[in-house]
């Protein structure tokens, strides 16, 4: 996605991506759904940019990611970090493990029952 009529983006807001974090693309414009499912780096600071708060995107990988142009159209562009492409922190999705505070609850009695057919 790249878009124009950036502005500063307002501090305060809670935001899914974080500056450095990996992430899944989950949304994007139309003539872009192509992009969906994409792993991307994130950089910031934020943008604004025509209404959503964007981040600096860069794909793992080097396949072409689909880009609105300027004039509307959609073209396929090798992104790298000075391409300087957006990406709405709505439409990522940050790859992240869990937190050291939020523990996984697990069962530590479990009883395994074994039928006769599973003895080999």
């Known amino acids: 996605m790249n878009l124009s009529n950036s ?12 500056d450095g974090d990996i992430a899944v693309i989950v949304g994007d414009v139309p003539g872009c759904e192509g992009n969906v499912g994409r792993i991307v780096q994130v950089r910031g600071p934020t943008t604004q940019l025509i209404g959503y708060v964007c981040w600096q995107i860069k794909p793992s990988d080097k396949r072409p990611l689909f880009i ?3 004039d509307g159209s ?3 562009e090798r992104v790298v970090w000075k391409s300087k492409i957006f990406h709405p922190d709505c439409f990522l999705l940050p790859i992240r493990p869990p937190e050291d505070d939020k523990s996984i609850e697990t069962n530590n009695n479990l009883e395994i029952e074994r039928t006769d057919y599973a003895t080999q």
Do not use: A, F, N, Y
């Open 7 to 18: 502005s500063s983006t307002p501090s305060g807001m809670g935001l899914r991506c974080k």
């Open 68 to 70: 609105r142009d300027h």
């Open 74 to 76: 959609i073209v396929g």
